[in-house]
């Protein structure tokens, strides 16, 4: 590692003060960005620690839904009652990544931030532009198996890495964060990420300083099925190939309602309107499974290795729809 400054918050407005020092990173567990560190990918010239701040409780919001802490860990948000009860997909999600021990320490704001575990994005005898940008991305027309088919750009086809993400995007989460100037935003998870683009290397919208101290759910669909599946290379430690969230309400025989979110496809967490629209209001089939995936990857692109998540993808989606419906 580089030498780095080193500063411990005793609130939140002191950490977002002392995050605006140039080339600062806030650190909680720790469990990305310290391998980063350690491999020399990231070089932070400061440290904030906020594992101090008052940011580790799950509480009922007034208007309905929960709130949920920025450093609560991943295995507490897993088991917590009210998650399994009324957002169990997000249980399910937490519980299918990493292991036991990086559960125990990740928190629910540096999940949401973790990196690409792009091969050529950690070897940095490699160009990759998310790492530097302008060098090229060594991805395309390398080993790209695990990469994106959806979303991607010339400059960047790496994928997002997250499991609990995902699953937030289903549920239609919201981002709380504190500016340094003591402004709070409430950003939509469709709208916390950023694509690729020219810009690889900016992956969110969050801006220098920005602290993230909460995310917000909504209150749960009544009567919805929950549903998380993921496709990985082992049955355990490892990122998804192709992963599936589904918040799914039906009448009947007809779908009422459904959320759908993609993991393993795209640089952030996936979710397209015209697959849910395939299948809402409509009778729960396959030939309407089948519209809701071609949907989904009218403008997948493969890249060689990993042409094979494109019908992967959508065995995957139409397997999960059977479940999620009860057919």
Aim: with cysteine; glycine share 10%; aromatic share 6%.
């Amino acid at each position: 590692m580089k030498p780095f400054a080193y500063a411990r918050a005793g609130d939140a407005d002191q950490a977002v003060a002392e995050a605006l020092a140039p080339q600062a990173r806030f650190i909680a567990g720790g469990t990305n960005l310290l391998d980063l560190m350690k491999l020399q990918i990231e070089t932070p010239a400061k440290l904030v620690d906020i594992t101090r701040l008052p940011l580790g409780g799950i509480t009922p919001r007034d208007e309905g839904g929960v709130s949920i802490g920025a450093l609560v860990p991943n295995s507490d948000l897993a088991a917590d009652p009210r998650i399994i009860a009324d957002y169990e997909v997000l249980s399910r999600a937490l519980l299918a990544g990493a292991s036991g021990q990086l559960r125990n320490k990740a928190t629910t704001g540096g999940n949401l931030l973790q990196r690409t575990r792009c091969y050529y994005f950690y070897d940095t005898a490699t160009p990759c532009n998310k790492r530097e940008p302008g060098s090229g991305c060594s991805a395309i027309g390398g080993v790209n198996r695990i990469l994106a088919v959806l979303g991607t750009s010339e400059k960047c086809i790496a994928t997002h890495p997250s499991d609990m993400a995902v699953a937030m995007r289903a549920l239609d989460a919201t981002i709380v964060t504190q500016k340094p100037d003591g402004d709070r935003r409430r950003i939509a998870i469709g709208d916390f990420y950023r694509l690729p683009g020219d810009t690889p290397q900016i992956e969110t919208v969050l801006e220098p300083g920005e602290l993230i101290t909460a995310v917000e759910l909504p209150p749960k669909v009544e009567g919805a099925r929950h549903l998380y599946r993921k496709v990985r290379d082992r049955a355990s430690y490892a990122f998804a190939l192709v992963s599936v969230a589904g918040v799914v309400r039906m009448d009947g025989d007809v779908v009422a309602s459904a959320s759908l979110a993609f993991g393993g496809l795209a640089p952030m967490p996936w979710r397209n309107p015209a697959v849910e629209a395939a299948i809402v209001g409509k009778p729960a089939t396959d030939a309407n499974f089948a519209a809701a995936a071609d949907a989904l990857l009218a403008d997948a692109k493969g890249q060689g290795s990993n042409d094979f998540k494109i019908p992967l993808a959508r065995r995957t989606l139409i397997a999960s729809l059977r479940e999620l419906t009860g057919k």
